[in-house]
């Protein structure tokens, strides 16, 4: 006789289970001791991925510049609930879509219930504060890796990261990098490795400040950047080739990617949207991507796929 669902090996189940996406796995998970055990594996729950899952929202032009439907909030906290309650700790890799706004609350959820995080994709943070950042990176001592896809440049993020997270090694940043933000890493990350400044309105002063300042960096990326400086009579002038002694200077780099071609469609993206990208005009995976391995996120959905969509409404 063959073995009864119950009595199969914690590694056959584990197999099985990773098929599964997050809704379906929250009634597997309920129906004994080991099947609970196995969904909680850490090789399931390696990567959680939202990527898919986006807020209900409309800006204005009132601070925090943003509106976010109630119901969004809800499922979002039903979706972390669950999530957080079956993987039991065990996620080191989590990823937020570029449009989902989360609050404190989720926030602080999070951090409390995934001490061992070690890669942070932050969706955009209008509505999170900054003692809220603050407070979850201080519980994330693990981090190695974040992605910050906001036009603002807080140095007090670098600190906390310089303070907490004692192997930090990764920034990747999607929105505005000037040279008060290149100080504050060059200051607080003088150990960074690797640097993603992917489709970034980026001043020449800022990029030189990197390329002069941190000398343990190993991979720069400014691919379909807006490189500009600011010329004599206070004009706005887009470089559209790096100069002789930046690329001198990025010479030492294990990787350095840059694009800044009139004919590539990204570029042409950023030039449109004056260095700010409008990511909502584009295809949804498009800010995903990254020129540097580690960087891109590959997958898409895996733990939260489209069929959730219905299964994890808010009435």
Known sequence: MGKRW???????LVKIFKELNLVELSPVSQVCRL???????????????????????????????????????KRLAKILRVAMAISRGNVNCMI???????????????????????RLVMPAWNRISRAGICQAIERWEELESLTMPTIGHPPYIMEGLANNCKNFKELKIMGSFDLLFASAVTTYLPKLKVLSLRCSKVTMGALQCVLNSLEHLEVLNISH?????????????????????????????????????????????????????????????????????????????????AQCEMLTSVD
């Open 6 to 12: 119950e009595e199969m090996d914690t590694d056959v």
């Open 35 to 73: 099947w609970r055990l196995a969904c909680s594996d850490p090789l399931i729950w390696g990567t959680l991925d939202f990527g898919l899952l986006k807020s209900n929202f409309i800006q204005t032009r009132a601070s925090p510049y943003i509106w976010v439907d109630d119901r969004s909030d």
């Open 96 to 118: 937020f879509h570029y449009n989902l706004y989360m609050k404190d609350e989720h926030l602080h959820y999070i951090s409390q219930r995934s001490p061992h995080l070690k």
């Open 225 to 305: 950047c807006l490189l500009f400086e600011m010329a004599t009579n206070g004009r706005r002038q887009v470089i559209h080739e790096l100069d002789n002694k930046a690329l001198e200077r990025a010479s030492r780099l294990r990787e350095f990617h840059h694009c800044q071609s009139r004919q590539c469609v990204a570029c042409q993206r950023m030039m449109l949207d004056e260095g700010i990208l409008r990511w909502y005009r584009y295809e949804d995976w498009f800010w995903r991507r990254d020129e540097v391995r580690s960087l891109d996120l590959k997958d898409y959905g895996r733990l939260f796929g």
